[in-house]
């Protein structure tokens, strides 16, 4: 069945606030922009987890032919940043602030300190918000992951709750649903992680879904909830925000038996040659330059592909993750025909990107607890594969790429999601918007751009304003910077100057310089990435002066932004 019939199921049966059939039959409410003639609608798609190179139009040999029209009728990103995991680049994305500035620098627990509430600060402002009192439409479809979760103090009631055979109520607080930053309409998953057959914390605006249909699978529900709410827009002359926030291919390695089965050969190759044609095919399309951008040593690997004994699972696991991007962008398809046939995607931006690099994470060792089922809704239990026991793909193995595939998906760079490192922080970005985009269809930009930057671009393609006081609190000044240079072919740079930090890991970037460390080791590496933008050569040594500028720069920063002081730290 066609999800978007799904969708309007289950919102009418669970009592949704959404009521589509009535909220978009009423006139439009006059506001300061309604004298804006065609403001562009905003469709702002959000990957989880997927590397720099998996999509056909960034190198990778996945099968994505609606990204590719986006690429090749739009503008690639050839420098966009997150801030290296799911949470905190939601946070940055959806304020216009650094994460930590928005009160998200580690993860969603409540803590004692403004840069790690846990969820999105009083002194922020969401997109929806901002775009909402211009006079949008604002809806969301996917993962929510900038609240406080709610935890069971028994583990077993944890268990049985994530398992769907107990209910403890809200999984955040009500204020801090998408609903109540801006949203009108809302449907997802308040947590992170999720089973793609039947996940927990799925909500219809603030009402939970406590049950879903047999043949469910969550991506295709995000797309086509998306496609519900394009089309129940269609006759309203206000233009809409659309936040489509995925969840795959974030781990567990689910997928649909049909999607799997066209990568079941691909990856059987093994990692070098997987990579070295990703990294073939990008210098082919123009995405980098060979001379500036090598292909390095694998990231922590000891071994090659003919001495792997488990050479037919790691080439499902890939399959897997290839299957689950594949079906992402069917649904991106869906969108894209939607949009069309409402007669709105000449006026509409269509932006696309991840949250973070792919993942080298070994979700199985983390075992059942806190957001991981241990059973079915139905008991079968669910086997977390340490050994490689069970093979990836089904609703009852808890699985992830590793390491080795990880490397693989963020090519041509170093390291994974969580660092600081290009492949944990650079993102395939992809701006796409037939009446607004002058620049050549199909071209690269090479502005530096990042994820808090939407908040400026927005605002100024709209007509919005960027309050300085919302419901009487003061709000921080959005730290990000316009993008619609670069949608006129301009040469601007960006930003000259960019910061992290997560768990330790950080890096600052001055213009080509970049200095940064890794979660586990506190030493600094400068690397120039004006020749070498894949880090290989650390020149921290023969460049004394330059890691005290950074480092300053790094520190001065992370002092004014709410890095510190950390929780529990003075």
Not at 278 to 287: E, H, I, N, Q
Not at 441 to 464: L, Y
Not at 526 to 552: F, G, M, T
Request: net charge positive; aromatic share 12%.
């Amino acid at each position: 069945m066609r999800l978007n019939k799904l969708f309007l199921s289950l919102a009418l049966a669970s009592g949704s606030v959404l009521l589509l059939l009535s909220a978009f039959n009423t006139k439009p409410k006059t506001t300061a922009h309604s004298g804006i003639v065609k403001r562009p609608n905003i469709v702002l798609i959000l990957a989880d987890d997927m590397g720099f190179s998996d999509a056909g139009c960034y190198g990778g040999e996945v099968n994505t032919p609606n990204l590719d029209y986006l690429a090749k009728n739009g503008l690639r990103y050839t420098q966009f940043y997150n801030t290296s995991r799911c949470c905190p680049t939601r946070a940055s994305l959806l304020t216009g602030l650094y994460n930590q500035q928005a009160g998200i620098g580690k993860m969603t627990d409540a803590e004692d300190q403004p840069g790690y509430l846990g969820h999105l600060g009083e002194h922020t402002v969401t997109l929806a918000e901002v775009l909402k009192q211009a006079g949008y439409h604002t809806a969301m479809s996917g993962k929510w992951h900038v609240s406080n979760t709610i935890v069971q103090k028994n583990a077993g009631d944890q268990l049985a709750w994530l398992n769907h055979q107990q209910d403890f109520g809200d999984f955040s607080p009500l204020n801090q649903y998408p609903t109540n930053r801006g949203f009108d309409q809302y449907f997802g998953t308040i947590w992170g992680v999720v089973d793609f057959f039947d996940p927990f914390s799925l909500v219809s605006g603030t009402k939970p879904i406590k049950s879903v249909p047999k043949d469910y699978y969550h991506t295709d529900a995000i797309s086509d909830t998306a496609v519900a709410y394009i089309k129940a827009w269609q006759k309203s002359d206000k233009p809409f925000f659309l936040y489509v926030a995925q969840n795959a291919p974030h781990w567990p390695l689910q997928a649909k038996p049909e999607d799997i089965d066209k990568y079941k050969n691909t990856y059987k190759i093994g990692w070098d040659a997987t990579r070295i044609a990703r990294y073939k095919k990008m210098v082919a399309l123009g995405l980098i330059d060979s001379t500036q951008t090598k292909l390095p040593k694998p990231t922590n690997r000891k071994q090659n592909w003919a001495e792997n004994p488990t050479k037919e699972w790691d080439a499902q696991a890939m399959a897997v993750h290839a299957a689950m991007i594949d079906r992402m962008d069917q649904g991106i398809g869906r969108i894209i025909d939607a949009l069309k046939k409402t007669g709105k995607l000449d006026n509409t931006l269509i932006v696309f990107l991840s949250d973070n690099g792919a993942s080298a994470e070994n979700c199985a060792a983390y075992g059942p607890g806190f957001d991981r089922p241990s059973q079915t809704r139905t008991g079968t239990p669910i086997t977390y594969a340490t050994k490689k026991e069970v093979m990836p793909g089904p609703q009852t193995a808890y699985t992830s790429i590793g390491t080795a595939w990880a490397n693989v998906a963020n090519t041509p760079y170093q390291y994974a999601k969580a660092e600081s490192y290009e492949g944990g922080i650079h993102t395939p970005m992809i701006a796409f918007w037939p009446k607004g985009i002058t620049a050549k269809k199909g071209s690269f930009s090479n502005q530096v751009g990042h994820v808090m930057d939407f908040m400026k671009t927005f605002t100024e393609i709209s007509g919005a304003r960027y309050p300085l006081v919302y419901k009487g609190k003061k709000i921080t000044p959005t730290t990000g910077l316009s993008l619609t240079p670069s949608f006129r072919g301009e040469n601007s740079k960006g930003h000259y100057n960019l910061f992290n930090e997560h768990f330790g890991a950080r890096y600052v970037r001055s213009g080509n310089w970049k200095l940064t460390s890794l979660s586990n080791d506190s030493t600094w590496h400068l690397y120039n990435l004006e020749n070498d933008k894949s880090e290989i050569h650390n020149v921290a040594a023969q460049n004394p002066d330059q890691v005290k500028r950074l480092q300053k720069l790094w520190q001065d920063w992370a002092n004014n932004n709410q890095v510190f002081p950390k929780p529990g730290k003075k």
